[in-house]
């Protein structure tokens, strides 16, 4: 007795040992990688892959550990509470998502913001893409191992996120769009202290094109990688700067302009590769074409209100004071018990990473029916699933980094 | 800026009216499958309302239309009126058509919610039917690989989009998992 | 040649020629230029990397440990650290050769320095007339316990680095023995004394440019500098070979890369950049060991610190594109300055007497 169990255990443990290189279905001695959510190149996600010594057979991404129910959650809160809500999973550029809801929730109840609010909105979604893009940038180079691009992508982005701290308050989450308006008004210095950050970006830019998009290796790591054709991008409904550079020219600012962008000046960069180089070429450029669009912005600022006649009417004397001195909107009540009419409505919004899509349904109480929200890195998503394959193991976070793929965001 | 005003209201009403335009020859490519094809001007949508068994075939026109890809799946909760309504979100990534979306809505019971799945059609919408089904136990037939995106293994056989889940509150001095 | 005080502490040991030889030799290998400077080189050039770095990515690096010298000491009170940490130790581990091989890998990395002189004044513990061919067949068998390390730990990211080590190995050793050979081919000697001598005139970057580039290279694919720091990615396998590794263990680990980058450094060094010249030995302990040494130190210096730099600019190779650097770029270097150095010698441009 004693004896066949001591040669049980024996052969147990013999294949504990060989439990990983056993046959799959696909009949190859595969290795299946975990790389999980506590790897220092996954993010808040676990990549499944099979690898076949260093080709990639199968990749499946497991999304979800920072799964908010944001979507469950805006139903049991007034609408003013969900807009910190909707900023958070997508930390980066976090007021094109304020923008987006607020612009649906507008579209229900029927008011449109006015013209110096649009443009405040306009300034600070760019300004935010500036950083997002950089945030992007700045974990492909980690990614690659060149911890220059990484440190150089943060403290860049720095100078953008203290701009948004003058304008808003805060540094990430600002809560700045409300219905009918913005919250605050720019200071006096604020022109200046743009202009002489977007000068500063520009120099910068030279230097980032030296040392990392003209660098040797990181062209080797970066050229023909990941390629994604047109039809394929098309077909899986790809988003964002991975769309453009694979040749189409899809950005919601042109195509379903929404706050200022008719009226300003810029150009959408297209690429036609659809590699991971050409990914971070399109992301270089469009800082450079959000560069333009702050300019334009600010030449063409109207002056006037920053919240809705209808809203303004009810402040009561106190709140009325306080943003004719300051310039400064304190909440009236309406927006505690704010009843749009019964309905839905769909906004979407282009943010750093691609086309965000929010659709209200609306029974007439103050608390959304449902509230359905789609970010762009969750329609990325399918890419690990369909594009890895093929690749060796090393492309896995060129590819990973080169998407600008943000979990928080896809799982909301 | 104020110039720019009635030319921005004059350019929204040309809008309206070629949306409406649309609305009508969708309706009549629709013809026959499509309960309802209504135009929703404020937000640039045009609603198209089909009953459970002409979905797949109200997707197959619209795709050779053009609308190529779906940007959002997912399900409204009615338990007063004992239906679940499937809503899909497609776009176009086309130079005509990119500028609006068409909302497929579709009806299904409750109790046994079953659609047809898209992926033939739009892969694109491969991850979020699998989003649809765990939240409201939609069961996508002829999905290649239903299982749960976003949710632990935990909410198995609870569809949390519905409204009748109650979500679990802690009380004082209880520990994990309040949902079993 | 020999220096009176040497002469007196033979003196003073008395009879046994072997004792004063086992002596001398301890502390050569020990204290100076032994384990002792090793380690302090190895700490200081792990903050100059660090700081390097830091000023080129716009932030301050190492300061907060002694603030008043630029934290100097940083490499310092991270090694103490590491040696408080845990140990731990994977169930399933193959435990004898997951603990003994960074200490043999070690073992390996620094037994060269007992046939390396560093003056001309004294002679290394174990003087040999065909030196340069011992060190390199000596040093070429550290890596083989990285490979051990990665499959002795129990971890799939483990193995995948061995397996990396393993492949880079073979690409990138043979280039460094090649270049190697050829500069003993110009210099006819294998004798580290009279390669240095015979850099009088030129020294042997300029004697030999291909062979310099191609052993350096070889040397920063060696130690795991950027842009070949492969089998220890960090993004895509956790730390390579020394992911299970935690304590003192990963202190040897990770001071293991700089030890080797010491070692191939100093050789380099003798063999490229004229070691101790202009300094020829002189009498007395400071003009016959101490100076000369100080200026191989600084040469060697140089080299790690451009070595250590590359941190700052290049990201990393994939796989299979460093093998393929090696097999044809580096390789090809390699054979054309054997055939420069066979051409020099046998076409009369180089001569001894």
Known sequence: ?412 | MASQQPQASQQRLALGKALEELATRLSEHLKGVATKVEADKRSMVINIEVDRSRILEAAKILSSLGFDHVKSLTGVDYPDKGVIELMVHIGSYSRGLRRIMAILRSKLDRKDPRAPTLTQIWPSSELQEREAWEMFGIVFEGHPDLRRLLLPEEFEGLWPGRKDFEIPTRKAGEVEEPWK | MMLPIVMLLKEILGFNDTIYRTVVGLGYMIIYPGLLLVVVIAALMLWAERKIVALVQLRYGPLWVSRRIGGALQGFADLIRFSFQEVIIPRRSDVIPFLLSPGLAILFSMLPLAFIPISPSIHPPVYSDLALLVVIAIISLAPIFIVIMGWASDNKFAFVGSLREALLIVSYEIPLIISIISMAVIYRSLDFYEIVERQYMLPGMILNPFAFIASFIAVLRTTSRFPFEISEAESEIVAGPYTEYSGLMFGLSMGLAYIKLYVYTLILSLVFLGGWLPLQGGEGILLGFLAPSLVVIIKLSLLSLVAVFLRAIYGRYRLDQAVRLGWIYVLGLSIVSLIWSLALVYGGWVRWE
């Open chain 1, 1 to 412: 007795m004693v004896a066949s169990s001591i040669a049980i255990e024996e052969i147990s443990k013999e294949l504990i040992q060989t439990r990983d290189l056993g046959v799959t279905e696909e009949g190859e001695r595969l290795v299946e990688l975990q790389i999980g959510p506590t790897h220092p190149g996954s993010g808040h996600m676990r990549i499944r892959v099979w690898v076949d010594g260093d080709i990639i057979v199968r990749c499946d991404p497991d999304i979800g550990f920072v799964f908010r129910t944001i979507e469950k959650l805006s139903e049991n809160r007034i609408y003013m509470k969900t807009i910190p809500l909707v900023e958070r999973p997508s930390l980066l550029d976090t007021t094109p998502m304020t923008i987006g809801y607020i612009n649906a929730l507008e579209k229900l109840m029927g008011i449109e913001p006015p013209p110096r609010a649009k443009y405040l909105r306009t300034m600070l979604a760019e300004l935010t893409r500036i950083a997002s893009h950089l945030y992007g940038v700045g974990i492909l180079s980690i990614f690659l191992g060149h911890s220059t691009g990484f440190m150089w992508g943060f403290g860049d982005r720095e100078l953008f996120v203290e701009l948004a701290n003058q304008l808003s308050g805060a540094r990430i989450t600002y809560a700045y769009v409300v219905p009918g308006g913005v919250r605050r008004d720019m200071p006096q210095s604020f022109p200046d202290d743009v202009e002489k950050a977007l000068r500063y970006m520009e120099r910068r830019l030279k230097d980032w094109y030296k040392i990392f998009l003209n660098n040797p290796v990181i062209e080797d790591r970066l050229r023909e990688v990941g390629v994604l054709r047109k039809n394929d991008a098309v077909k899986l409904g790809i988003t964002g700067p991975n769309l453009r550079a694979s040749g189409v020219d899809f950005d919601v600012r042109v195509a379903d302009p929404y706050e200022a962008y008719d009226e300003l000046d810029f150009m959408v960069p297209v690429a036609e590769e659809g590699d991971a180089y050409a990914r971070t070429l399109v992301r270089f450029e469009e800082i450079k074409q959000s560069i333009n669009i702050i300019r334009d912005a600010l030449k063409k600022m109207p002056s006037g209100d920053i919240i809705h006649p209808q809203i303004a009417r009810m402040f009561n004397p106190l709140m009325k004071k306080i943003y004719e001195e300051t310039r400064r909107v304190k909440f009236p009540g309406i927006f505690a018990s704010l009843k749009p009419p019964k309905g839905e409505a769909t906004a979407r919004v282009e943010a750093g990473r691609g086309e965000a899509l929010f659709h209200i349904v609306s029974d007439g109480s103050p608390r959304p029916y449902r509230f359905r929200w789609t970010t762009p890195s969750y329609r990325n998503v399918i890419l690990f699933k369909y594009m890895i394959p093929g690749h060796r193991l090393a492309d896995l976070p060129a590819i990973y980094g080169s998407l600008d793929y943000f979990p928080p965001e896809a799982d909301r």
